[in-house]
């Protein structure tokens, strides 16, 4: 087994790279040829799946471009869950795409339910679910998720506990929206949410420390909110954090000053608009705009 | 519009029952004819989706011979998802079933993430998703969703705006996992994290009131912890509550007392495992088993 920590570290430092490109397929804005191309195949493969089938190309495309220059992938749960169970499958197909090229793939999927449910939608994304006549189902192949911390730590640990399959996890401690504060930040108890939220990921990432240094588990916190994200760097040394809030979302390189931690860097910088759609701003083709992108991210981040 | 508490309230009123049926297929707890059945058709349907077909033919049997006398039907979305593409399709049969019998369906999904995520999965759970050539998609067509509040009133605002459109929102204020006090009773500034939430679920449910007087913005409180469940209805007197933790969870009809709001009493108890696996306890047919307990329940807990 191989720890997801020390796969995430080695790709940081194979690709000389701490950018996550973020999947959020979005109709309404991908290119006119790719929806003509697609809206041409309604007839053949049915409106659900054609859409489908046109977020599989274009994530796919992206992820094929940026691959000598991501850290790792994160698609976007929701946006696929939208369209269904054709929605549902090209999600797997971007997962597995970008496995092909060894990027660790964090799904980003926000779950978090009492504990036998929890069980269940860790084998919806890791795989594990009992069929009636063959083995285990392989469920979407993601290398890591995001969950919810507010059901507490019974909740989480049947995800943690998949750790020790070689998976990895990362809770949200703080989050990039507008609105996040209002519960997040509440002082509870002499500590802010976030930070209580961050000793249990502490205490839940005991158990699995790969051989870089880093746990199994991890934090969301945001570049959105420097203060919360060194709070949250403080609380967990050794915890890589998935920063959200680069890019589309307002935050520059400044906000990650002081993040690193260990030879790896010990966090990845997600955006997801300002690469995925850098054609609309910067024109071209979507693949070389979306690599030029997340170089252009990586080189302003620095951090090698 | 009809508003989602009002058909809420009118099920409750003419089924005398508050009894929510709790949908959480698994397959290692169904009969055994049912799933040779379904194992004599791995070849023609394929494995995944045979255990998808099994669910839904197990899921139907059980909202038919239950519809008489349960207020409500909750699936659980995780225990679908687990079986991908095929899962997903079961469990729009089944919210589709339920929707026949004119029972609400309350999508158990705990979803919750930045605004336009969420947007997403509102349409994912209610409809709307854009398509190439046609219509937005109809989604699973559920009546009312349940959500996580961790990320803040932005990221539930696209689910509650569907309110206007006839849908309902169950917002996590306090659940009934063992572990669920360790955040969520925390004392956040003089006030338990839970009744911060509940204050936020008053404020968001203030513009969705139908004509029986209740909000369609509800509020999830357990029945394993009965203090805490009495301060969520005495915040929200208006509001919804969906009772989670009655039966194999442990709680007896004692927790609910003093809970009745209005003329339709204002709340909805969950049941899942004590009744559509009542038949391993109680021997005899799933579905009638299912109903006898739907019965004894609904009788338990009285209120009319």
């Known amino acids: 087994m191989t720890h997801f ?9 194979r690709r000389h790279s701490t950018v996550c490109v973020g999947i959020d397929p979005d109709l ?9 191309a697609y809206a041409a195949r309604v007839a053949e493969l049915g409106d659900v799946a054609a859409v489908a089938a046109c977020f599989a190309e274009y994530a796919s495309g992206i992820i094929d471009a940026v691959a000598d220059v991501a850290a790792a992938i994160k698609p976007q749960a929701a946006f696929f869950e939208q369209y269904g169970a054709a929605g549902w499958d090209a999600l797997r ?16 999927a926000k779950r978090g339910d009492i504990g036998s449910t929890s069980a269940a939608y860790a084998a919806a994304l890791f795989g594990g679910a009992p069929t009636l006549a063959g083995e285990p189902l392989a469920g979407l192949g993601a290398d890591a998720v995001t969950v919810n911390p507010y059901l507490g730590d019974d909740a989480l640990s049947p995800f943690v506990e998949r750790c020790a399959q070689g998976k990895g996890v990362f809770v ?22 976030y930070l209580r939220v961050a000793d249990m990921i502490a205490r839940l990432g ?27 760097r403080a609380a967990l040394p ?7 809030g680069f890019g589309a979302q307002g935050a520059g390189p400044k906000a990650l000053a002081g993040l690193a931690s260990g030879e790896a860097l010990g966090y990845v ?4 608009r300002s690469i995925i759609y850098a054609w609309r701003e910067h024109g071209g083709d979507y693949r070389s705009a979306a690599a030029a992108a997340t170089v252009e991210m990586r080189d302003s981040i620095g951090g090698f």
């Open 5 to 13: 920590s020390d796969r995430l570290a080695e790709s940081i430092l």
């Open 28 to 36: 309404a804005l991908l290119p006119d040829d790719l929806r003509a």
């Open 93 to 108: 197909r971007v997962v597995a795409c970008a496995r092909e090229h060894e990027l660790p793939v964090i799904v980003d």
């Open 172 to 193: 949200l401690a703080r989050t990039s929206n507008p609105g996040a504060a209002a519960l997040q930040e509440a002082d509870c108890e002499g500590r802010p949410l």
């Open 206 to 232: 005991e158990g699995s420390v790969g051989s870089h240094g880093y746990s199994d588990v991890g934090a969301v916190a945001p570049a959105t909110a420097p203060t919360s994200l060194a709070a949250v």
């Open 238 to 244: 050794h915890a890589f954090l998935l920063v959200p």
């Open 269 to 272: 910088v997600n955006a997801s």
